[in-house]
């Protein structure tokens, strides 16, 4: 898929790779209408993660654990923070700033609650190890999902049907942004857990859903003035 070269003021976090790969509608109103609903389950993720994300580099001989590592990508339009990249020194590595020799890189995501298979997570993943060979020449072809709760590791094989759909769900996030549009609700078992429930309303109609954003929109016009 032929996918637009974008700056880095133009690129979309690589989070919404997992977003959209949940529910494109709820991509769409994070990062088109900046709504947002804390619920006990993003909660809990924003602590865990505020406990690990501290950015730092620790060394070992010739292992490295890289903790927030800023990576980026012009072909996918994508930039964010690597929760943790494992380096190994290799021949076959690539050269790290400020680092001596050259290093074989893993990524690792964080993840909490229970160990659990989820595709969204594994585009997010993806998306990262995409970022790191474009910005170091060089391939990667594992990484893993870390669950905080179980301290367990899920390796995760980054193969062509999983990189082909991370490039799908990166250019459909640019097609989003581009239009303006949020897309349509579709509703799903999903939807009982999602903390946008309230404010998504799928099972609404769309003419009264559009009367309550309508009413919001006034609401907030309002105050502003």
Known sequence: MLLPVMEPEEAVPLSYLSQYGYCPRRA????LDQAWAESADTAEGEAEH???HTQRIEKRGDFLKLYEYPVFSRRLGLKGLCDCIE????ESGASLPNLNGCWKLYPIEYKHGAVRNE???E??????????E??????ISEGSLFYLNAHRRLPVPLNRALRRETEDTAAALI???????????????KCRKCSLQGICMPKAPRSASAYCS??????????QR
């Not at 769409?28 to 990062?31: A, S, V």
């Not at 474009?134 to 391939?139: C, G, K, N």
């Not at 097609?175 to 078992?189: F, I, Q, Y």
């Open 28 to 31: 769409g109103l994070l990062l």
């Open 134 to 139: 474009e910005q170091f020449h060089l391939s």
């Open 123 to 132: 585009l997010q993943l993806c998306g990262q190890a995409i970022c790191l």
């Open 214 to 223: 309508g009413l919001a929109e006034e609401l907030a016009e309002g105050e």
């Open 119 to 121: 595709r969204e997570y």
């Open 87 to 90: 380096a190994r020194k290799s």
């Open 50 to 52: 505020a406990r690990v």
């Open 175 to 189: 097609r989003m942004l581009k239009s303006g549009k949020v897309p349509e609700p579709e509703p799903s078992a």
